[in-house]
């Protein structure tokens, strides 16, 4: 088993700064490689503090906050235009920076691109759901409406 600290969320695991115990093949051919955490020392808590520091900053301030952007983010359904051929299908796929940025234009509220997670990869027009991580036990679906950009 290995200890290592995350630098992203991870999900089924934790959140940034979380110290967490894992197989030996899991954190050395995935979780290290792809940059989602780092090999603990006892100097770490520096490190833990650091990124807690910065997931607190990325978070909303109030618990109140979260559920009101919550409410409004689950009440008004997205909408999102894209390149898209002509049977629906979309040059390449919708990413997280595309769904933060269609909730900014929207006038919804600012949300960070690391919040979103996609239930599905996004490749054609029509109705779809994303997840945000607001806080910690606050999240909220949207409904995303994907359409071909004019």
Known sequence: ????????EVTGLGAPGDVVEVKNGYARN???????????????????????AARSAREHATIEEAQDLKARLEANP???????GAEGRLF?????????????????????????ELVAPIKSVGTHEAILKLRDGIVAT?????????
Do not use: F, N
Request: hydrophobic content about 50%.
């Open 78 to 84: 997205v909408k999102l235009a894209v390149k898209a």
């Open 92 to 116: 390449g796929s919708v990413k997280t920076a595309d769904v933060a940025a269609a909730v900014e234009a929207a006038g919804i509220g600012s949300i960070d691109k690391r919040l979103v």
């Open 30 to 52: 995935y979780l290290i490689p792809q940059g989602y955490a780092v090999a603990w020392t006892r100097g770490g808590e520096k490190q833990v503090d650091q990124i807690k």
């Open 142 to 150: 949207i409904t995303l409406q994907v359409v071909a950009a004019k």
């Open 1 to 8: 088993m290995s200890k290592l600290i995350l630098t992203q």
